[in-house]
């Protein structure tokens, strides 16, 4: 049978439970904050998390034309305890057969309808990150996040189309807020990182993911997190020279 490691199923696995892994950091920040992007349920975040992990494996079972699974099965092909699988499924309700297993599709379905249950509504500013993030996340984020406009202020960039969205002059972003409805952003421009910001603050954004270098000044009740690429990669040669 065709196994994945955890880090071939997802990336973060190796690292998820690690409370100084980035990813960790992420998502226990969020867990702690209100609002229409985490609203409460009674699947544990950790649970949550999780289930991207099992879409993942259940795609790579259908593939292979497996129809029904047990959650050893599916365990192995995650690289964790089938104790955990039950426990993470036994939170949304009845989904096996003991003695028999899990059907494929319909555990899918209601792994589907748990994460799209609570959707969230975000803008992307930084064209050039969404172009390389497309093949890499974006796909991935359909269940519970909708982009719902990208833009940028670069001229070189603004009206190209990438991937589903055409790229939209940063001049558009107030009148795209005033509606209301965009829960967060996520602010990839370091040019006007701080500008940006005070855009989408004025407009009540509550929530920035920034990948940018800049330090942001914003009010205590916005969330940002700062998604710190060159502060990981020094942080893995630093574990690599120290494990060699």
Same mark, same amino acid.
């Given at each position: 049978?065709?196994?994945?490691?955890?880090?071939?199923?997802?990336?973060?696995?190796?690292?998820?439970?690690?409370?100084?892994?980035?990813?960790?950091?992420?998502? !226990?920040?969020?867990?702690?904050?209100?609002?229409?992007?985490?609203?409460?349920?009674?699947?544990?975040?950790?649970?949550?998390?999780?289930?991207?992990?099992?879409?993942?494996?259940?795609?790579?079972?259908?593939?292979?034309?497996?129809?029904?699974?047990?959650?050893?099965?599916?365990?192995?092909?995650?690289?964790?305890?089938?104790?955990?699988?039950?426990?993470?499924?036994?939170?949304?309700? %009845?989904?096996?057969?003991?003695?028999?297993?899990?059907?494929?599709?319909?555990? !899918?379905?209601?792994?589907?309808?748990?994460?799209?249950?609570?959707?969230?509504?975000?803008?992307?500013?930084?064209? !050039?990150?969404?172009?390389?993030?497309?093949?890499?996340?974006?796909?991935?984020?359909?269940?519970?996040?909708?982009?719902?406009?990208?833009?940028?202020?670069?001229? %070189?960039?603004?009206?190209? !189309?990438?991937?589903?969205?055409?790229?939209?002059?940063?001049?558009?972003?107030?009148?795209?807020?005033?509606?209301?409805?965009?829960?967060?952003?996520?602010?990839?421009?370091?040019?006007?990182?701080?500008?940006?910001?005070?855009?989408?603050?004025?407009?009540?954004?509550?929530?920035?993911?920034?990948?940018?270098?800049?330090?942001?000044?914003?009010?205590?009740?916005?969330?940002?997190?700062?998604?710190?690429?060159?502060?990981?990669?020094?942080?893995?040669?630093?574990?690599?020279? %120290?494990?060699?």
């Amino acid at each position: 049978m065709l196994r994945k490691t955890a880090e071939n199923v997802c990336p973060l696995r190796a690292g998820i439970e690690d409370k100084k892994h980035w990813a960790w950091r992420i998502a !226990q920040h969020l867990e702690s904050k209100g609002g229409p992007c985490h609203a409460r349920h009674t699947v544990p975040l950790k649970s949550i998390m999780r289930m991207r992990w099992y879409l993942t494996a259940l795609e790579g079972f259908q593939e292979q034309g497996m129809d029904v699974i047990s959650s050893r099965e599916l365990a192995d092909r995650i690289g964790m305890s089938s104790a955990i699988v039950r426990k993470d499924f036994s939170y949304i309700g %009845e989904l096996g057969t003991p003695g028999l297993g899990y059907r494929v599709s319909y555990l !899918q379905q209601r792994i589907h309808d748990i994460l799209s249950s609570n959707t969230c509504l975000i803008v992307w500013v930084g064209a !050039q990150w969404l172009s390389n993030a497309l093949s890499m996340f974006v796909p991935t984020m359909d269940l519970n996040i909708r982009i719902v406009a990208a833009l940028d202020t670069r001229p %070189e960039w603004i009206g190209k !189309q990438i991937g589903e969205w055409e790229i939209l002059p940063l001049s558009d972003l107030p009148a795209l807020l005033a509606g209301g409805g965009v829960d967060g952003a996520v602010l990839a421009l370091p040019e006007d990182a701080r500008r940006v910001a005070d855009i989408l603050v004025e407009a009540g954004v509550k929530g920035i993911l920034n990948l940018t270098p800049a330090t942001l000044s914003v009010p205590p009740e916005v969330s940002v997190r700062h998604v710190d690429l060159l502060g990981e990669m020094m942080a893995l040669v630093l574990e690599c020279s %120290e494990a060699g």
